[in-house]
């Protein structure tokens, strides 16, 4: 099977360079009706924000965007501005809404695995419909860059003749990682006992169990995740392009590697332009938060430069009401000042009480500390008061450290998040990763003590350098001529190409 994949694989793409020949080069583009692109991702916060930030790179360059929220998503980022619609900063992006199966009144649901099952059957049908409706409006859709974990919009692309982009919102280390799994080239380590072993896989740093997306480590309780994770390569070979968000300098080795297996296109860090490649200075933020993201600037304002320590976990990790105690006193304990993001939805039946302490620990820690709901993280991260960042290194947190220059402390929870913090601690040295007790708990005296590791020693100083220096490289990648920059010209050029082949 994967060999025929690589056959057809590298057909396609002879194909597509004997077209080019063929035209001697792009020199047709002019007389091309402009690309509409139609981006779709996972509705989650942490899938979303990447797509966004590509659909406005491509919005950027002139081409035509619509991109695609479910009906409930759209509902909570309204709530979440306070009534005010969703608000892109690009006139040349439309946003349109599916269905995903759930009603909009229904209990905010964490079960992904429902989720991706409605939004195939119910949100697959409604996609099919938006494609004909925007079709027949004369808004011909060009190309579909998807979300990968929907692995079935290929399909959908295939039955309207439109190529499509399978995106990845993790890192290539990740990616590889997977596809190694998935083809059978590198076998799952079950067995409790060889949790120390070292797995081997080209490309990649030697790896550990514990280092590996907890969906392929031994005690992984989401079996169903696995297969949806593993789901996405199954019609990988129906995209007519890969892309990623990531960027060639940050993981050279890795995307070398892939490219002689299944190449991917880098085209991140996906940040807002004003903090990074600055084309759209006026772009400072995502401007589609689940949340309503609180003004905690002017509180920063009044803080002394890379004093404040940031602490986020996401938009969906649950810690337990010992933990966030643990966390709480361990800040405390540290003496700097902390601004930390728990959302509503932290607060479930398992953690009943946890309001009654952050109030009594809130009114101790008033000239201290500072916690919001949800906060423009960006804008955070890139403010001068902002010294650290302590992160469950999901992917985007991980490369909005970086690009923010800041060094981090890393507290995992599940999936790509544990390898994430390898590298970060082992092959970016950006940061450290906080260690659990036995009992899983990450302690308050480990807090306090890798707070002041970063904060007031040399290995900080060290890893604060490193960062600042990632920073530069992730900025050079997406400004003119860098790589991520060039690959996004390259996939543009891409679509234009396809189209005057139809
Ligand atoms: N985020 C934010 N405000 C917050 C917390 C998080 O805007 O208060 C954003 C953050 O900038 C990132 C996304 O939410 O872009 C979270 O994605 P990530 O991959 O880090 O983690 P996930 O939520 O998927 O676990």
Request: aromatic share 10%; hydrophobic share 40%.
């Amino acid at each position: 099977m994967f060999e025929d994949y690589h056959i057809v694989f590298k057909e396609r793409q002879f194909k597509k360079w004997a077209f080019k020949e063929a035209m001697g080069s792009l020199g047709e583009q002019e007389r091309i009706k402009r690309p509409h692109v139609v981006v779709f991702p996972c509705p989650g916060q942490g899938h979303m924000n990447p797509l966004m930030e590509f659909a406005k790179r491509l919005a950027y360059r002139n081409l035509h965007v619509t991109f695609i929220v479910t009906e409930r998503v759209k509902k909570q980022i309204i709530q979440a501005r306070e009534g005010a619609d969703a608000h892109v900063q690009l006139p040349n992006i439309k946003i349109e809404t599916i269905s995903d199966g759930l009603s909009s009144d229904c209990e905010e649901t964490k079960d992904v695995d429902m989720i991706i099952d409605l939004l195939r059957k119910v949100g697959g049908l409604a996609f099919e419909r938006l494609i004909e409706r925007l079709n027949s409006q004369g808004d011909t859709v060009s190309c579909i860059v998807y979300d990968s974990l929907m692995s079935w919009i290929p399909h959908i692309a295939n039955k309207f003749k439109v190529p499509s982009a399978f995106f990845w919102t993790q890192s290539c280390a990740v990616y590889s990682i997977y596809y190694h799994f998935y083809t059978g080239m590198v076998k799952a380590n079950n067995e409790e006992e060889n949790v120390r072993a070292v797995i081997e896989i080209p490309g990649l740093p030697q790896l550990c169990q514990s280092d590996m997306p907890s969906f392929l480590q031994s005690s992984n309780p989401y079996g169903s995740l696995l297969q949806l994770v593993m789901n996405q390569f199954s019609t990988i070979s129906q995209a007519t392009w890969i892309l990623g968000n990531s960027f060639n300098e940050l993981e050279m080795r890795e995307i070398q590697y892939m490219d002689s297996l299944i190449p991917i296109r880098t085209v991140g860090p996906l940040v807002p332009s004003a903090f990074i490649e600055g084309n759209n200075p006026q772009d400072q933020d995502v401007g589609i938060h689940l949340w309503k993201a609180e003004n905690c600037i002017e509180w920063l304002n009044t803080k002394e430069a890379s004093t404040v320590v940031y602490v986020s976990f996401g938009s969906l990790a649950i810690l337990s009401k010992e933990q966030i105690i643990e966390i709480a006193i361990g800040l405390r304990n540290s003496r700097h000042s902390f601004l930390w993001v728990i959302r509503p939805d932290q607060k479930n039946e398992e953690n009943t009480n946890v309001d009654d302490f952050l109030k009594d620990f809130l009114q101790e820690t008033i000239d201290q500390g500072l916690v919001v709901s949800w906060c423009p993280q960006m804008a955070v991260l890139n403010h001068p008061s902002v010294g650290m960042f302590v992160t469950h290194c999901g992917w985007n947190s991980t490369l909005e450290s970086l690009c923010s220059g800041l060094p981090v402390l890393t507290f995992s929870q599940w999936s790509d998040q544990t390898t994430n913090s390898k590298y970060v601690e082992e092959v970016w040295k950006t940061g450290i990763r906080l260690n659990k007790t036995t009992h899983g708990l990450v302690g308050r005296d480990e807090v306090e003590k890798s707070i002041k590791t970063i904060t007031e020693s040399e290995q900080g100083v060290e890893m604060r350098k490193n960062a600042l220096q990632w920073k530069t490289l992730a900025k050079d990648a997406m400004m003119k001529g860098g790589s991520s920059d060039k690959n996004i010209d390259w996939f543009i050029h891409e679509v234009i190409a396809t189209i005057a082949m139809a």
